[in-house]
């Protein structure tokens, strides 16, 4: 069983679209998480949400938005996509509060702008 | 200077060689500290994981914490080709509300040469 799982795996785009890429966990936590992995490897948080709270990185355009339908599900929209939003994107999730915060990853979307 | 600092490599060991891979930080703040371990093209999958200073050993792999000098270390004994990926250090403290935000370094990625 895949315990956090996103689709797609791969997107490739045109700039200035409307993206959506989707993530799913069965572990039951409550915290979801979305990273960005650039080409150097750099991995960096955009958000994390409970059903309490979403903590947004300062640092992330509001182009990007996360949208949580429920508890297992946090999905993440970007609009007018720009060539510097080609990355990695990876989602996490965590059982908050635990001992620290032990996140388990995704696989990643593999995101191209073209 | 960044929160945390990781030697990014690479780093290319022989098959049976001990790895020591490390990182400092500033923020005095973090209380846990994870190493991740990420194969080429998949998530990061937690590995060790220490709360405050000492030492945490898993089979092969031992973890230490110097909280008085702000270092973290990772040993790897015998290392073997499976061992190949890039390893991030990662650690958190209390956000507020209950909740922990993780901060990464960059990764070191390790090759283990049979």
């Known amino acids: 069983d895949t315990a956090v799982s996103q689709t797609p795996k791969y997107l490739v785009t045109q700039m200035g679209n409307d993206k959506s890429i989707k993530c799913e966990q069965n572990?039951?936590?409550?915290?979801m998480y979305w990273y960005k992995q650039d080409s150097k490897k750099f991995l960096k948080i955009m958000f994390s949400y409970n059903n309490k709270e979403l903590i947004i990185n300062e640092t992330v355009p509001n182009r990007f938005s996360p949208k949580s339908p429920d508890k297992a599900h946090l999905n993440l929209h970007i609009n007018s996509l720009e060539l510097g939003d080609s990355a990695v994107y990876f989602c996490?999730?965590?059982?908050?509060?635990?001992?620290?915060?032990?996140?388990?990853f995704g696989p990643g979307t593999r995101l191209t702008v073209l | 200077q960044k929160e945390v600092e990781q030697d990014p490599g690479p780093l290319s060991v022989p098959e049976g060689a001990i790895v020591s891979l490390n990182c400092t930080y500033s923020?005095?703040?973090?209380?846990?500290f994870m190493w991740y371990r990420q194969y080429s093209r998949k998530g990061p999958e937690l590995l060790m994981y220490?709360?405050?200073?000492g030492n945490k050993e898993d089979g092969r792999f031992t973890a230490q914490v110097d909280k008085s000098s702000k270092y973290i270390s990772l040993f790897i004994r015998d290392s073997q080709p499976s061992d190949s990926a890039t390893y991030l250090c990662a650690m958190s403290a209390n956000s507020g509300a209950g909740s922990y935000q993780l901060t990464f370094g960059k990764g070191t990625k390790l090759s283990v040469i049979p």
């Open positions: 996490a999730s965590s059982q908050v509060p635990t001992n620290g915060d032990t996140q388990y």
């Open positions: 220490t709360y405050s200073s």
């Open positions: 572990l039951g936590h409550d915290t």
């Open positions: 923020n005095s703040a973090f209380q846990y």
